[in-house]
């Protein structure tokens, strides 16, 4: 999480992200549907998820 984090914290230095961003819950949002199909639903992680997922979660951080 603390790696997550700190890049989180470098976009936001170089106003990629809004600066009320909250480093901890865009990582939770990130990793919280990955583990949830790793642990819950056994769906398949497949190459387009990761980037579809942090698209998503960049999108609604800078809206």
């Not at 865009?26 to 583990?35: K, M, R």
Request: charged content about 30%; overall charge negative; cysteine-free.
């Amino acid at each position: 999480m603390e790696r997550g984090e700190a890049l989180v914290r470098r976009g936001i230095e170089r106003g990629e992200l809004p600066a009320g961003t909250d480093p901890h819950l865009l990582v939770e949002a990130i990793t919280g549907p990955l583990l949830a199909r790793v642990l819950l639903t056994g769906e398949p992680l497949d190459d387009t998820l990761v980037p579809r997922l942090v698209d998503l979660i960049l999108d609604g951080a800078r809206a």
